[in-house]
């Protein structure tokens, strides 16, 4: 069995005790035997990462240096542009897009000599809480497979968790690293807003998106994200704020750290089992040192329309792109009619349902008579939630919260009513919203079986903050220990 850890990985790979390429088949059968049942995985490209293990092996037999990343399986979000990898956002739109060129994330990764496996299932334009929403069908989650893995970024936790990768990366715009991480007993990092570089991230919501890894644990995160992390001259929102080593900012513990918990907000409506996990995490932490402090986010409560407002007027936006000429995918009845008729039969056939829902509630908020009265609202209401934060700092070092408010739910469940669906991401959207940092970490069981993640959210650029706690609870617990039995 593989050592569950990047860096252990790693280690192994650079002192010769197993080899790239030894390791690179191990990823592949274990993809092979899990994923007709998680279906986790749109693209595995062998060869490619056969090559690139063979040539970790040659530099290291050649005594040349190693990258921190020298070796390590990653999966990637399928909304992550590869040069030459077939990037589909999980759309039938882009069923047939192949990239010519890297995300920067990617990039970065490789150049630590990362080995990119393939890419994973996620919802259609990564919108949505579920992987449901995808073209190429649901994802299982590893714990029990009829249920989800959280979403978007399914794909990518369920491959962590199910160990066909130690380390994935997914991308978030409300939530969908952090839930899916939730879901499936992983962690899961939203970095800061521009912490990251977006470039070559197929755009959703241009204001929120972030990428971020998923790991089995906060020092893998932490790991990944010092490699990623930094400014980039192709995206101009990407932060010039320097990038410390975050793994060298882990082992400090969480005495004297102060821990906020808006428990009115979190009072309502969590599942028992939720919540029993997430006090149970609090008292930990507490006992090891950490100071419980009540706080309140006041404008909490509207962070759910806020977000649905802002998210589909981008969406609306950024989606405009998918015409049928540019990319990918084209109506094959283009050529009777007018212009305008291929670019709506090409955009009818080629969005799935919610996408199609998001393009309209964004068009409406947008239009004349009601941008006032809804976006420009939902950016007045987005400024009132970022100073809740701002002054929630003053007092604590972190907010806790559960990620999600239910257990991963049963495939199906949701699907009807999508307004259900959107309610279960009032927990982490309001940090896509700040543009705060937020990580979910493994933190107990639900009924029995399903995972229950504990977020906390720290402030602009403070991720250390995060990583330092979620690495101290991992030391007290060991729910990041527990593995399906998949
Ligand atoms: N579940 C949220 C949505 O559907 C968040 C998605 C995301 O973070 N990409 O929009």
């Known amino acids: 069995m593989l050592p569950s850890s990047a860096r252990a990985l790693r280690d192994e790979i650079a002192a010769g005790r197993v080899s790239a390429v030894d390791v690179c088949g191990e990823v592949l059968r274990r993809i092979d035997a899990v994923n007709p049942s998680l279906n986790a995985f749109n693209l595995v490209d062998r060869d490619r990462a056969r090559a690139r293990a063979r040539a970790i092996d040659r530099r290291r037999t050649a005594g040349e240096a190693l990258g921190p990343l020298a070796g390590v399986p990653v999966a990637l979000k399928d909304n992550l542009c590869v040069r030459g990898m077939r990037t589909t956002a999980s759309s039938r739109?882009?069923?047939?897009?192949?990239?010519?060129?890297?995300?920067?994330?990617?990039?970065?990764?490789?150049?630590?000599?990362?080995?990119?496996?393939?890419?994973?299932?996620?919802?259609?334009?990564?919108?949505?809480?579920?992987?449901?929403?995808?073209?190429?069908?649901?994802?299982?989650?590893?714990?029990?497979?009829?249920?989800?893995?959280?979403g978007s970024s399914g794909g990518s936790a369920a491959a962590v968790a199910a160990g066909c990768v130690p380390l994935a990366l997914g991308s978030d715009t409300g939530g969908s690293i952090r839930q899916p991480?939730?879901?499936?007993?992983?962690?899961?990092?939203?970095?800061?807003?521009?912490?990251?570089?977006?470039?070559?991230?197929?755009?959703?919501?241009?204001?929120?998106?972030?990428?971020?890894?998923?790991?089995?644990?906060?020092?893998?995160?932490?790991?990944?994200?010092?490699?990623?992390?930094?400014?980039?001259?192709?995206?101009?929102?990407?932060?010039?704020?320097?990038?410390?080593?975050?793994?060298?900012?882990?082992?400090?513990?969480?005495?004297?750290?102060?821990?906020?918990?808006?428990?009115?907000?979190?009072?309502?409506?969590?599942?028992?089992?939720?919540?029993?996990?997430?006090?149970?995490?609090?008292?930990?932490?507490?006992?090891?040192?950490?100071?419980?402090?009540?706080?309140?986010?006041?404008?909490?409560?509207?962070?759910?329309?806020?977000?649905?407002?802002?998210?589909?007027?981008?969406?609306?936006?950024?989606?405009?792109?998918?015409?049928?000429?540019?990319?990918?995918?084209?109506?094959?009845?283009?050529?009777?009619?007018?212009?305008?008729?291929?670019?709506?039969?090409?955009?009818?056939?080629?969005?799935?349902?919610?996408?199609?829902?998001?393009?309209?509630?964004g068009t409406y908020v947008l239009s004349a008579g009601y941008y006032d009265a809804f976006y420009l609202k939902a950016q007045q209401v987005r400024t009132l939630l970022r100073s809740d934060y701002q002054r929630a700092f003053e007092a604590v070092d972190v907010v806790a919260m559960p990620t999600s408010p239910i257990p991963p739910f049963t495939l199906g469940e949701k699907t009807a009513d999508p307004l259900q669906m959107y309610l279960a991401d009032v927990f982490t959207v309001s940090a896509n919203l700040a543009g705060l940092p937020a990580i979910s970490v493994p933190c107990g069981f639900a009924d029995g079986q399903l995972p229950v993640g504990l977020q906390l959210?720290?402030?602009?650029?403070?991720?250390?903050?995060?990583?330092?706690?979620?690495?101290?609870?991992?030391?007290?617990?060991?729910?990041?220990?527990?593995?399906?039995?998949?």
């Open 93 to 150: 739109i882009l069923e047939r897009f192949v990239p010519p060129y890297d995300a920067t994330a990617v990039a970065r990764l490789e150049a630590a000599g990362a080995v990119i496996v393939g890419k994973t299932n996620c919802d259609e334009f990564a919108m949505g809480s579920s992987n449901e929403n995808s073209a190429f069908g649901p994802v299982g989650n590893p714990w029990a497979t009829d249920r989800t893995p959280g």
């Open 457 to 486: 959210t720290g402030r602009m650029f403070d991720e250390a903050m995060l990583l330092r706690i979620a690495d101290a609870f991992e030391r007290l617990t060991d729910w990041h220990r527990r593995t399906p039995a998949i």
């Open 181 to 361: 991480a939730a879901f499936c007993g992983v962690v899961g990092l939203k970095p800061t807003y521009g912490r990251v570089s977006r470039y070559g991230l197929l755009a959703f919501a241009s204001s929120l998106d972030q990428i971020g890894p998923i790991a089995r644990t906060a020092a893998d995160a932490a790991l990944a994200l010092t490699v990623m992390a930094g400014a980039d001259p192709a995206d101009a929102t990407s932060s010039r704020e320097p990038v410390p080593d975050f793994v060298a900012a882990l082992g400090d513990g969480v005495a004297g750290v102060r821990i906020g918990v808006p428990g009115a907000f979190v009072a309502e409506g969590v599942d028992a089992g939720v919540g029993r996990a997430f006090d149970a995490a609090l008292e930990t932490l507490r006992a090891a040192g950490a100071a419980l402090v009540d706080i309140e986010l006041p404008h909490a409560k509207y962070a759910i329309p806020v977000y649905y407002l802002i998210a589909t007027a981008e969406a609306s936006s950024n989606l405009a792109r998918y015409d049928g000429v540019r990319y990918g995918y084209r109506s094959p009845r283009a050529s009777d009619g007018t212009v305008r008729d291929m670019y709506a039969r090409t955009r009818d056939e080629g969005f799935g349902a919610e996408v199609k829902r998001r393009i309209m509630l």
